[in-house]
């Protein structure tokens, strides 16, 4: 596969999530702004367990799916209706268990009716779950922007709409079902494939073999990073609830854009070269420094700008969330390394080593959410940085021996972005000290930010500016001639 497609596919599902999460996000400001911390709360508890559910929907089948050489119509047609059958039954498990739920939290505005509907997004992902495989698989990644797209901008008018006339916590459920279920039909009528009246037992057998091992570690990975907010909700305010992962957004906006970007495109990329060892250790290489490039400024910046961007975007009422939104920043940071290293043990086919991370890190993880969770909220969240470092040096591991590609290397291929992104976070901050107005603060840090990076890049000559550099223009020149 030539490096064009994939740069012009990462491009178009980096420009599909940048509106996607653009959209949301701005509509999550507007909300947050109309319905106070406490509503935003109450919804984020019951996120946390249709998260968990959706887990299921997948199955780890939706990556077994992109991983298999050969897979045909009949590997896709049996998890669609596997996934159907699957679905109806999470959904009656979330129904039933819906007045527990409430009764658990003891929240006036966590009513099981409200959680009953919200579940609905369950039944709706199961359906799209195989045709966003089917799209991962043969890389057709502008699909997803028009649908995605439709989906969230139809669900801000709701959403706002609804806010506006009083609907409160009934607003943020709309708009998160209404996005879930244009989302689905965009991609069913953009997206050719249909199954098929066929269905295998085997099939799903031989999938589930690959797919049940990242099945445990997702839902590993999902109950853990859920268990603090299960934990802040229960022990905690709704308020706090909601000012950290408000904090959690900010940082969210950027990570999710670039990561998932990432992430999508990887898989199928690597899964292609599987059994050549060097181009992936080339890919994964490339992917770790380029996607570095591009976080840690980000993240840098956004961490020094905090104040002023809460202040600005949501008000004196949530700057509480300032400190959240540092630490996450911090955390996030690092995140495409863990994505360009789990999906090259993925592309290789050892979804088993991917699993006794997930055991390891997450039995780190849990004794450090023990040991903060009477301390504080803000405990909770420290600890959630130093335990995504740690786990950042038990991703790579694996891949010194699949790849021969150490983590001392990795830090190596990382070292140029992040001192820059330090320098720039410092100077970005140092004008804080001049005591201008914050939105006037704000736009000389963005402006000083980009200009110190930009020429630091030069001056350093980092490679992946250049490398950056060169394929966009190349991008642009193919679409001129055309």
Not at 252 to 262: D, G, K, R
Not at 401 to 421: G, N, R, T
């Amino acid at each position: 596969m030539s490096s064009e497609k994939v740069v012009n596919n990462f491009l178009w599902r980096f420009f599909e999530r940048c509106g996607a999460y653009g959209v949301t996000f701005v509509v999550s400001v507007v909300l947050a702004r109309i319905l106070g911390p406490e509503i935003a709360g109450t919804v984020a508890l019951v996120q946390i367990f249709i998260t968990i559910m959706n887990v299921f929907v997948d199955s780890g089948m939706a990556n077994a799916l992109i991983q298999k050489k050969n897979a045909d119509d009949l590997d896709f047609s049996s998890v669609f209706y596997f996934n159907l059958i699957l679905c109806g039954v999470l959904y009656l498990v979330m129904f039933f268990s819906a007045p527990y739920i409430a009764l658990f939290y003891n929240k006036p505005g966590l009513t099981p009716t409200l959680i009953r509907v919200l579940s609905l997004i369950i039944v709706v992902s199961g359906i799209k779950n195989v045709q966003q495989a089917y799209v991962s698989r043969n890389m057709m990644f502008k699909r997803f922007f028009f649908a995605t797209l439709g989906g969230t901008l139809g669900a801000a008018v709701v959403g706002i709409t609804m806010a506006l006339l009083g609907f409160g916590v009934w607003a943020l459920v709309a708009q998160m079902l209404f996005n879930t279920v244009v989302d689905t039909v965009i991609l069913w009528i953009t997206v050719k494939w249909r199954p098929k009246k066929m269905f295998s037992l085997q099939r799903l057998k031989g999938l589930f073999s690959y797919g049940w091992k990242l099945l445990v570690s997702t839902m590993i990975d999902t109950v853990y990073n859920d268990l603090r907010q299960l934990i802040i909700g229960k022990m905690y305010s709704s308020s706090d609830l909601g000012f950290y992962n408000q904090g959690k957004k900010f940082p969210n906006l950027i990570v999710a854009n670039i990561n998932a970007s990432i992430d999508s495109v990887l898989l199928p990329t690597l899964s292609k070269e599987q059994d050549n060892r060097e181009a992936v250790k080339n890919m994964t290489r490339r992917a770790i420094k380029t996607s570095t490039y591009l976080m840690m400024p980000f993240m840098a910046g956004l961490a020094m700008c905090a104040e002023s961007i809460v202040n600005l975007i949501l008000g004196k009422e949530w700057l509480p969330c300032v400190f959240f939104l540092r630490v996450f920043c911090f955390t996030f940071a690092f995140y495409p390394i863990h994505t360009a290293n789990l999906n090259a043990i993925k592309a290789m086919g050892r979804s088993d080593l991917f699993l006794k991370l997930e055991i390891i890190k997450k039995a780190v993880s849990t004794i450090a959410i023990v040991s903060t969770m009477f301390i504080s909220v803000k405990a909770m969240a420290l600890s959630f940085l130093v335990t995504s470092i740690i786990s950042q040096v038990i991703n790579s591991w694996p891949n010194k021996k699949l790849l021969s590609y150490s983590y001392i290397e990795q830090v190596k291929d990382m070292v140029p972005q992040i001192c820059l992104s330090l320098v720039m976070g410092a100077i970005v901050y140092c004008v804080e000290f001049l005591g201008l107005h914050y939105i006037i603060t704000l736009c000389i840090q963005i402006t000083v930010g980009i200009v110190v990076y930009v020429v630091g890049s030069k001056l350093m000559k980092i490679d992946s500016f250049e490398y950056i550099l060169n394929t966009v223009k190349k991008l642009i020149g193919k679409r001129g001639k055309a």
